[in-house]
């Protein structure tokens, strides 16, 4: 019998992801500028959970829910306090990996240090560099003067300042600065000294300088303590009939600005009495995560660290592979009309789907192109594509989703820049994100229309290509095609509902259709005949499809999963789950694409989609996910997944304790899935 038990609490199941993340910043193995970005990408991470899950948790907590309705039979108020205590130790793990990168880096002669450290020589010229391009940027607020306590906002990080009177009859009073990131680097790179860098952090300046910026007043003693505040995301979209989807989209985007808090982290070092100051008028309570921690917040911008020091403390780039079907310098429509072709990012280059977008924006022959956008980048080759073609005449539409969450200002940007050049945009569906990844282009020769089609498993964003691991695939076979052609009819005119025999699309079919699959597997070994599925998914949380998995497992279906994020599935249960392996994989690339493998009686069957097994997913958006029927693709699918089961170097095992072992080696062999199949993808060529 399966129980609430039986359950991996997602949001738990979800620190435990981003501990592997910090795994890899502790990792020896991986290079110092490698391991600094990976503990700016833990705390941007950690940002993210506390914006989203963490003020969801706590809306729940506020509206009174005492039920045990979470996966791992958890009321709202258990999972906040269990979420508190992994955090704090998260924190402290990643306090400790930040000390020791810093030691490290003096090996190399690169030395962080702080405003105590800086001789005289280097205090003159942090003096000179503040009062010529910092001191600008900087605005104090004395917060004795202040009527209304300002307002601390998401993704800043502010200096607590205390001003110690030279009247000790007189309380100290209180100060709040905006450490300015936005429009300075938080890395301030002094002149070198016998050979040696040294980087200030950019709070740490303005420690320094402390006294210049309250120069006007006669303190005997000034400190700051670096604080951050992290906000609820939700948009509250309102349903006034009178606004264009759009006009709801920016003016929700407006109040996300003032969110509820839902964290604020803080110097643990601060004085209890501006530390209580902040908290009483910011009306906080003990049970509003506040986070002890160290001297610096925000590491999200250590992401940018490694630009400051020696390739020899970086990773190497990897040359992306040219995909031998595109290595002639014919057309790609051709070479696509002729064969199924698969992208494999970031190993092959994203400048294939660039090259056809362009090749189709030129060609007389094509009428017109139709693109679906969930996430592009600030500046953008697939935009410009898009605008070119329209500018040769072709036909475009471009299905922009507005509710992609924190690109919704973006995605309002790019919508108008579109619609200025004469471009048809549809602002997707209310109610329903559209999240499939889709390309169509159609082209007529000799009367005859012709449809060229791409999907994929990643965003049309050139960037996250380059460090995301994803799959396109290039098709002109009729059955995927004409089903395509449908969906984009589906939506230009979403009151029309279309079926689909080939392409699994969500929320119609998604749940019902791998359920069936499934179930196939199920009775091919209650019959005795082999049975397997192999799936791969950045998240795994829906209830349902677990059971169907428990089901599966009892049936003595073999059932082999990867998942690189959140997973509610609790493998080795005996009697239950005892014939399901969970690996998850964290290297120097992001595992992003979802693939789905069925045994079918021996003739397996082959799925790439946009699609995790969440609620959000199978039931409220709008997903493809699509069946891959060449063999030769096939064959190139199964074998990274061989690969990447078989990793004894960054795949780690995902069990009850949620205690991230690395899978040990079974062999002398040693496997690293993300450098093995590139090699395999190069030696293709």
Avoid at 323 to 348: R, T
Wanted: glycine fraction near 4%; charge should be positive; include cysteine.
């Amino acid at each position: 019998m399966i129980k609430k038990e039986h359950f991996i609490n997602r949001e738990i199941s979800w620190l435990s992801f981003n501990e592997r993340v910090l795994q890899e910043a502790m990792d020896k193995s991986v290079t110092l500028g490698e391991r600094i970005r990976f503990l700016g990408i833990f705390s941007n991470n950690q940002d993210e959970f506390f914006r989203v899950r963490v003020a969801a948790i706590r809306r729940m907590v506020s509206l009174g829910k005492k039920s045990k309705d979470f996966l791992g039979n958890k009321t709202p108020v258990e999972i906040q306090d269990e979420i508190q205590k992994k955090v704090i130790s998260l924190q402290n793990r990643f306090q400790k990996t930040y000390i020791n990168i810093i030691d490290e880096l003096k090996n190399y002669n690169i030395n962080v240090i702080n405003e105590k450290q800086l001789d005289k020589e280097q205090g003159k010229y942090v003096k000179k560099l503040y009062k010529e391009k910092i001191r600008s940027a900087l605005f104090p607020v004395m917060l004795k003067h202040s009527s209304n306590f300002p307002f601390l906002k998401d993704r800043s990080i502010y200096s607590a300042i205390k001003l110690f009177s030279k009247d000790e009859t007189k309380k100290a009073e209180f100060a709040l600065i905006e450490i300015p990131t936005n429009e300075l680097s938080r890395f301030i790179l002094l002149p070198e000294k016998n050979g040696k860098k040294y980087i200030i952090i950019l709070d740490d300046l303005i420690r320094y300088c402390l006294e210049d910026i309250f120069s006007i007043f006669d303190f005997k003693k000034i400190e700051a303590f670096t604080i951050k505040v992290t906000r609820d995301a939700e948009l509250n979209i309102d349903d006034d009939i009178s606004k264009s989807f759009m006009e709801k989209i920016s003016s929700s985007l407006k109040k996300r600005k003032s969110g509820a808090p839902v964290r604020m982290v803080y110097d643990a070092d601060i004085p209890g009495d501006l530390l209580n100051y902040i908290k009483r008028k910011m009306k906080l309570d003990d049970q509003d995560n506040l986070i002890p921690g160290a001297r610096y917040h925000n590491f999200k911008d250590f992401i940018d660290f490694s630009d400051i020091i020696p390739d020899i403390l970086k990773n190497s780039e990897i040359e992306p592979v040219i995909n031998k079907s595109f290595s002639s310098c014919q057309s790609m429509l051709d070479v696509i009309k002729k064969k199924d072709v698969m992208l494999f990012y970031p190993y092959h280059s994203f400048s294939h789907l660039l090259d056809m977008l362009r090749e189709a924006a030129i060609d007389p022959n094509v009428t017109s192109i139709k693109i679906t956008l969930y996430r592009v980048a600030g500046k953008s080759k697939v935009i410009n594509s898009l605008i070119s073609a329209a500018r040769n005449g072709k036909s475009v539409t471009v299905v922009v989703e507005l509710q992609a969450r924190f690109d919704e200002k973006a995605n309002i940007k790019w919508s108008n820049t579109l619609q200025e050049e004469g471009i048809t945009v549809i602002h997707g569906i209310q109610g329903l994100k559209i999240h499939c990844k889709l390309v169509l282009i159609n082209r007529k020769v000799e009367g005859i229309t012709e449809h060229f089609v791409y999907i994929g498993t990643g965003n049309f964003q050139e960037s996250t290509a380059r460090i995301y691991s994803d799959q396109g695939l290039f098709t002109t076979d009729r059955r995927i095609t004409t089903e395509v052609v449908k969906m984009f009819q589906f939506f230009k005119n979403n009151y029309k509902h279309y079926d689909y025999e080939h392409l699994i699309v969500s929320p119609y079919s998604t749940r019902k259709r791998f359920l069936m699959l499934i179930d196939k597997e199920i009775e091919n070994a209650k019959s005795g005949k082999k049975a397997y599925a192999i799936i791969k998914l950045n998240s795994l949380v829906d209830v349902e499809m677990i059971k169907k998995l428990y089901e599966a497992s009892c049936a003595g279906v073999k059932i082999k999963l990867i998942i690189r994020g959140v997973c509610s599935l609790m493998p080795g249960v005996p009697g239950l789950s005892d014939n399901i392996e969970i690996i998850s994989i964290i290297d120097k690339f992001l595992e992003h694409s979802r693939i789905f493998v069925f045994c079918n009686n021996g003739d397996e069957i082959y799925y790439i989609s946009s699609a995790d097994w969440m609620i959000r997913n199978l039931d409220n958006r709008i997903e493809v996910s699509c069946p891959v029927y060449d063999k030769n693709l096939q064959a190139d699918l199964k074998k990274m997944l061989e690969i990447q089961m078989t990793d004894n170097t960054k795949a780690r095992i995902i069990n009850k304790k949620q205690d991230n072992l690395y899978k040990k080696k079974r062999t002398n062999k040693t496997v690293r899935a993300q450098v093995d199949f590139y090699n395999y993808l190069k030696s293709e060529k």
